[in-house]
């Protein structure tokens, strides 16, 4: 696998406004009740007048180490050769062993194809034709970074390098792919 | 805030979605068509999005002939090519099977939800009989013609005007008119905001990050994280842009105005104004301060409980940074009565620092005939207007303009709000019919009861819109518009630091049998006798008239979508003004200094910036310099109530789009943790909203994020008609807690007022 593909949601640069959870659910289809990808808006946390927000972006980490893909009895759920974690449609019996498996909660049983589904990176449709993913495309105040992690000339290597960053539930030893700049309180400095 | 994790606003995944069977009963709804796929008008289609009014530059694409994904159109810099919530599900109203397709006719009593499928000539034949009948009898004043602002309205305005009503109105009044007069009295006209290129942005509940106006969300954010600029937010609650800034100060709500001329105080007494600037292109600042004197930063503390070392010290602070300091003049606050002086007292605090023309400050937008004098050159082309022969001069006047105050408000529009003294006690006289395109005063206007008793009052009701809104609900006729991404419009000016035009250009071949309302209103005209005033044959002769047929020009547009000329310009900006006259040798020459300060004019009676105004002191008795007055918003044992917008909807517009009420149908109401233990109230528990007009039933949203003596309701929620299925009965309606009362001179329909809790 020569590519590593990552997302980076900046949490300062974020406003939860769910254009991304929009995009997405009209490039991919995404049928009413189950949703890819969303951003909670948590909190406020802490004291007045010292409150945050936390902008937590819920969907698929593409985990690298991903326990839906170990769990899964008909090879349904795999790793692509893009190292994204993928489902065969055709392959899956709906026994939901992944949706449980997922420590992120993120996996579906998609009420029309009735398989498996979550999110992965706009795979089969925008980056199919060139082009990045739907969430990315629209965000409003450019928080997703998204690409080649292996190469270090990209955005997101940039970022990863120099940013702080980090993952969700790093001890479940996942190693999600979806990488989150901490809000800095008292005031956004670049 | 749109959801509160714990306590879930916005519905998560697997919550099940709404699929109503009384829409499939609708008469006239999409639902009763069969479903054929999409058939786009081209492969990639650039347009403008419609779901709210700030009218993004989109580019659109039909997939496999069942969906569209709209994204913002890249050409246009400031948007980036991107699109909020409400913009990407612009497609799921194109097919909402609630969403009307025929015309209507009313056939039980009015608001009581039962229609007829018409036809368009039997529609136009009734209105245009109506409608003539009551001009014949009481003349065409009787008749009051409203819609939202934008490209619609000029039709409607058109027909009215064709008609002989003096009686058109936006929904000004109710939204954004307050900071648009006030500016008109200090410079003559309207102004914009460079908040892209801000070191410092004091903010007064303008909530840019749910309130979304793409390219100045995009601005500020890029402040923000580009330019290290500090934002300090005034807000009584704990919004997205407050948590966004460097401070937050949980200002009571209402009194803006105290912490705004304190700023001022402290600009004048600590001497941080810029007095060049004030001498050479400011009149009335000495009036202005001398009342400003009282107006102490400790005396502003005492009313807005801000402290008043903060006050003092970001004062020093934004002075420390100008000119590329802002204090942004807010959008949608109608705070108080005072709303005027308030907002001119916003303007006043940019005047006295003097970023006026100057990066990170305000500016006067340069539409092509000002750029190109400018130039010397014809860099960008004028946009043809038809001229009609012979249109009628109303003998009556404006319901609204019988007091001279209201003069300044903007010709087409009004003050709404009259439209209820007109109909409900014939002041100044009476009003017998109304026609309506896409304006939902039912939400956004106040006194929910007072409209409904108006709507009832009426010989007869028009309504043009996509939904059965809940002020169509109440229409004799209803007309299906085509959704924006099923229309043609006029190619529009979105002209900003040069001159830039874009168009709206139909998406997809309109579903079902509805019409885009230029077509409407022209055919109605037809109808109504008034066919003369109708010459242009289709919206692409319109088109051409506007660019005086340049056929190059036409086709740019129409391919680009959006269409900038000429380099940004910002006439007291050095370094800006040097790229100008590089670019353009025929350049008009600068002054000594590079700049052109001295060509800077105002449309006053002074032709300076007016800080003190003897027009409007003529107008109100009182007024010309701006003053403190008090206001009591609510009694002693209430709670203040406010409302404000969120980012998945649209004023009063959206909540019935299917993909937006999936992700938010309900509105909490925020209450402080000591308010609510107080009275035994938690978050999800039942509670009732009680204000002097009405009385709401809603659920409580426990949280911080708001003062003790304040609760917060996002607005447009709780529509009472049973035709938004989706919409209906789910939420706190604002407009029913609200009183009907009008702010002095700048005519706005106050937005706050008091209100008593009570756990259900
Ligand atoms: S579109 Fe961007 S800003 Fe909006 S919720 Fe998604 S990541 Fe956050
Ligand atoms: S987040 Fe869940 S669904 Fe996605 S790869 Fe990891 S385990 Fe699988
Ligand atoms: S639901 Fe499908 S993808 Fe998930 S474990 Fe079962 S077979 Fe595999
Ligand atoms: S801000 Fe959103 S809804 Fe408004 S015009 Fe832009 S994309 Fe459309």
Redesign the interface.
């Known amino acids: 696998m020569s590519k590593r593909y990552v997302m980076v949601h900046d949490e300062?640069?974020c406003?939860?406004?769910?254009?991304c959870?929009?995009?997405c659910?009209?490039?991919n289809?995404v049928?009413?009740?189950?949703?890819r990808l969303?951003v909670?808006?948590?909190?406020?946390f802490g004291?007045?007048?010292h409150?945050?927000?936390k902008y937590?972006r819920?969907s698929c980490q593409q985990c690298e180490n991903a326990p839906c893909v170990t769990v899964c009895p008909t090879g349904a759920a795999y790793v692509g050769d893009d190292g994204l974690v993928s489902i065969k449609e055709d392959k899956c019996v709906g026994c939901m062993y992944c949706v449980a498996a997922c420590p992120y909660?993120?996996r579906?049983i998609n009420p029309e194809t009735k398989a498996a589904d979550k999110c992965n990176f706009c795979k089969d449709t925008r980056l199919a034709r060139g082009e990045l993913p739907?969430c990315v495309?629209?965000?409003?105040?450019?928080a997703l970074t998204f690409g080649d992690a292996n190469d270090p000339s990209s955005e997101v290597a940039k970022l990863i390098n120099t940013k702080a960053t980090y993952q969700e539930k790093t001890h479940l030893g996942t190693k999600p792919r979806v990488y989150r700049i901490p809000t800095k309180r008292?005031?956004?400095?670049? | 805030?749109?959801?509160?994790?714990r306590r879930t606003f916005?519905k998560?995944?697997?919550?099940?979605?709404a699929?109503c069977a009384l829409a499939t009963l609708l008469p006239g709804s999409l639902a009763a068509l069969e479903q054929k796929p999409l058939q786009g008008m081209g492969k990639e289609v650039a347009s403008i999005c419609e779901m709210c009014s700030t009218r993004c530059p989109i580019s659109a694409r039909v997939?496999d002939g069942k969906?569209?994904?709209?994204?913002?159109n890249s050409a246009a810099k400031s948007f980036?090519?991107?699109?909020?919530?409400r913009?990407?599900?612009g497609?799921s109203l194109l097919y909402d099977p609630q969403r009307i397709v025929k015309p209507l006719r009313r056939v039980g009593e009015r608001g009581e939800g039962k229609w007829e499928e018409i036809s368009w000539q039997e529609a136009y034949k009734t209105i245009a009989h109506k409608l003539n009948d009551i001009k014949q009898q009481h003349g065409p004043e009787a008749v009051a013609f409203s819609s939202k602002s934008g490209s619609l309205s000029g039709h409607l305005f058109h027909l009215g005007k064709a008609f002989g009503s003096p009686n058109t109105f936006t929904h000004a009044s109710t939204c954004p008119g307050g900071y648009v007069i006030a500016a008109k009295a200090m410079f003559g006209t309207k102004v914009k905001r460079d908040l892209s290129n801000s070191k410092y942005i004091i903010n007064f509940g303008h909530n840019l990050?749910?309130g979304?106006n793409?390219s100045e969300?995009?601005g500020l954010?890029k402040a923000?994280?580009?330019k290290?600029a500090?934002?300090v937010v005034f807000e009584p609650r704990?919004s997205?842009v407050a948590?966004?800034a460097?401070e937050?100060?949980?200002i009571r709500p209402g009194t803006d105005v105290t912490v705004a001329l304190a700023l001022c105080h402290v600009l004048i007494y600590d001497n941080l104004y810029d007095q060049a600037f004030i001498e050479r292109h400011v009149e009335g600042f000495d009036a202005f301060a001398k009342e400003v004197k009282a107006y102490t930063p400790e005396w502003a503390e005492g009313i807005s409980d801000v402290p008043a070392k903060d006050i003092r010290r970001i004062a020093h602070e934004f002075a420390a940074k100008a000119p590329h300091a802002v204090v942004d003049f807010g959008h949608r606050a109608t705070f108080t009565p005072e709303e005027f002086e308030m907002r001119r007292a916003l303007f006043a605090a940019n005047v006295l620092i003097g970023n006026i023309e100057r990066k990170g400050g305000l500016y006067l937008g340069k539409k092509a005939k000002t750029y190109n004098k400018f130039a010397g050159d014809k860099v960008a082309p004028g946009l043809g207007k038809p001229g009609v022969e012979g249109m009628p001069k109303p003998a009556a006047k404006r319901i609204d303009q019988v007091d001279e105050q209201y003069a300044m408000m903007w010709s087409s529009g009004g003050i709404y709000q009259t439209i209820l003294d007109a109909t409900l006690k014939a002041q100044p006289y009476q009003l017998r019919a109304w026609v309506m395109s896409r304006t939902n005063p039912m939400q956004t206007m106040t006194d929910r009861a007072l409209v409904v008793e108006t709507l009832k009052k009426l010989e007869f009701v028009v309504s043009c819109d996509v939904y059965i809104s809940e002020t169509a609900a109440y229409a004799d006729i209803i007309l299906p518009e085509s959704t924006y991404l099923e229309r043609d419009e006029e190619i529009a000016d979105k002209s900003g630091k040069s001159p830039a035009y874009y168009v709206r250009q139909r998406v997809v071949e309109t579903i079902g049998d509805t019409k885009p309302s230029w077509q409407i209103f022209k055919e109605l005209g037809h109808e109504m006798g008034l066919g003369q005033y109708f010459p242009w044959e289709n919206m692409e002769s319109l088109q051409l008239l506007q660019l005086d047929r340049d056929m190059a020009r036409f086709n740019e547009i129409k391919q680009k979508g959006y269409v900038s000329y000429g380099k940004p310009l910002m006439l007291r900006e050095p370094a800006m003004v040097a790229a100008f006259i590089k670019q353009y040798p025929n350049a008009k020459p600068t002054d000594e200094d590079g700049t052109y300060a001295s060509a800077m004019s105002f449309k006053t009676p002074s032709g300076k910036i007016e800080l003190s105004s003897d027009k409007v002191e003529k107008m109100a008795a009182g007024r010309g310099v701006i003053k403190y007055r008090e206001v009591k918003l609510k009694q002693d044992n209430e709670l203040y109530f406010i409302q404000g917008k969120v980012?998945?909807h649209t004023n009063g517009a959206t909540h019935n789009v299917?993909?937006?009420a999936?992700?938010m149908s309900d509105n909490g109401v925020w209450i402080h943790p000591i308010t609510a233990g107080r009275l035994g109230i938690s978050s999800g528990d039942r509670i009732r909203l009680t204000s002097s007009v009405g009385s709401e039933e809603g659920t409580a949203l426990v949280?911080?994020?708001i003062r003790q003596d304040t609760v917060f309701a996002y607005m447009g929620f709780g529509s009472k008609n049973k035709e938004l299925a989706r919409a209906t009965g789910k939420g706190v309606h604002c407009g029913n807690l609200l009183p009907n009362k009008t702010a002095a001179v700048c005519g706005m329909n106050i937005h706050t007022t008091g209100i008593t809790l009570a756990k259900i």
Request: hydrophobic share 40%.
């Open positions: 300062n640069r406003i939860g406004c769910q254009a959870s929009v995009a659910r009209s490039e289809g049928p009413e009740g189950v949703t969303q909670r808006v948590e909190g406020p004291d007045a007048p409150l945050h927000f937590n819920v909660k993120v579906f739907a495309t629209v965000c409003p105040t450019d008292g005031g956004i400095q670049s | 805030m749109i959801e509160l994790d916005i998560g995944a697997g919550a099940g979605g699929s997939v969906n569209v994904f709209i994204q913002g980036g090519g991107k699109v909020c919530a913009g990407g599900a497609h990050y749910e979304i793409m969300t995009r954010m923000q994280m580009s290290g500090k934002l704990f997205i948590d966004k460097d937050w100060f949980a980012a998945v299917p993909m937006l999936n992700l949280t911080p994020g």
